[in-house]
């Protein structure tokens, strides 16, 4: 059997989890059988992959337009597959007109949904109508939906209600746990700043409305003062929130010492010394199908603190590897919480009382990287997601 995994994301080129999932999802199938992968971007020298750029007449068009030159390749370019698996709204064109070109099925993973990310319209303008109209004619065309939580399977079936429950699968992001393990090294920590003695919360993740960043920014202000906060935080949605975050960084900078923000994609041994010598990865999001970020944290086996939304309820268990931060939320898909005060002010407390409790933190750590071996092993999600394949060729 042959499969073309569609994807934006795909090494090098990679700055979310969906990135992350497809390269690791791509080396665990390829065990077992044969994958083509198309992305967007530079050639790849890596075998049986193939990279598309925007058509030149398209330069300059709206980012909704240009995408879909890409996807109208992959499409033509799938030709003699059995399945295409398309991932975020970036290929799910692709997957649906190779579907439709090729008679063949066409199966979807959902790493977040355009409905319940409305602030996009501030980054996409009118295009925001166009991706979430490929994402709506995708999902509901699909031969098979994986969902990357039980949360985001709920939210799939009330944001698409035309998806048949039948043809909805919850298939977990994983972890490699030989790459992402504790990396204890001092000396490195210290070179991009960071004390490795003090009590630290991290926070890794891109600077987007979705990730909380200007709530837990907020909540850092409530933080006993001895407790240093790391930001690994870039590639800012928009203009607009990248002022809002760099003036509440800027005033937080005022208030206390040891706070640190790396702006940069740090390499992976930069980021698993600074994961491991945190006591508290923070995960303040108000939309997350499940957050890799959270899998990352737990196998370097840092206790992980995180939003009681999407599916991190299904990540981190509260009181075991971890504490849950509760949040009632505004149903008008934005995800902020109905009282945004009180959202930060658990954040804040829930953050000091996880930091200061350095022994319980540790605890928390080893169990989530048991966690993490036990639940999200990239073998056992290749054979669910095989499984999935084998049910419709």
């Not at 569609?6 to 990679?14: D, W």
């Not at 005022?254 to 923070?282: H, M, N």
Request: aromatic fraction near 6%.
């Amino acid at each position: 059997m042959r499969v073309d995994l569609l994807t934006k994301e795909y090494p090098p080129e990679i700055y979310g989890g969906a990135g992350v999932h497809v390269a690791e999802l791509t080396r665990a199938l390829r065990r077992s059988i044969e994958v083509q992968v198309r992305c967007f971007g530079a050639p790849r020298d890596e075998a049986d992959v193939t990279a598309y750029r925007p058509p030149a007449e398209l330069d300059g068009a709206n980012g909704s337009i240009s995408t879909l030159g890409v996807d109208l390749q992959m499409a033509q370019g799938a030709a003699g597959t059995d399945l295409v698996h398309s991932h975020t709204w970036y290929a799910n064109a692709g997957g649906h007109l190779a579907k439709l070109l090729h008679g063949v099925p066409h199966v979807v993973t959902a790493h977040s949904l355009e409905p319940l990310r409305p602030w996009k319209a501030e980054q996409l303008g009118g295009g925001y109508r166009i991706t979430s109209e490929i994402e709506r004619t995708a999902f509901e065309a699909a031969d098979a939906v994986i969902a990357v939580s039980r949360g985001m399977g709920d939210d799939i079936l009330r944001s698409y209600p035309r998806v048949d429950p039948e043809r909805l699968h919850v298939v977990y992001n994983g972890i490699d746990l030989e790459q992402w393990k504790p990396n204890h090294d001092a000396d490195l920590v210290r070179s991009l700043g960071v004390d490795p003695d003090r009590p630290t919360v991290i926070f890794v993740g891109r600077i987007t409305r979705q990730k909380g960043l200007p709530y837990l920014l907020r909540a850092a202000a409530t933080l006993p003062p001895e407790v240093q906060l790391v930001l690994c935080a870039g590639a800012p949605d928009t203009a607009e929130i990248m002022a809002e975050v760099t003036g509440l960084v800027h005033d937080l900078q005022e208030q206390r010492s040891g706070v640190v923000w790396i702006e940069r994609i740090l390499p992976r041994p930069e980021l698993t010394a600074l994961l491991t010598a945190a006591d508290v990865f923070v995960c303040p999001s108000v939309y997350e199908p499940l957050g890799i970020v959270n899998l990352e944290a737990m196998a370097c086996g840092t206790a992980v603190v995180g939003t009681a939304t999407g599916g991190i309820p299904e990540v981190v268990v509260d009181g075991e590897t971890g504490r849950l931060v509760p949040i009632d939320q505004v149903q008008d898909g934005t995800g902020t919480p109905v009282d945004p005060e009180r959202f930060v002010a658990d954040l804040g407390r829930i953050l000091g009382e996880t930091v200061v409790d350095r022994a319980q933190a540790t605890r928390f750590g080893a169990a989530g990287r048991e966690r993490a071996r036990a639940v999200f092993d990239w073998d056992a999600i290749a054979g669910q997601t095989t499984a999935v394949y084998r049910s419709l060729v």
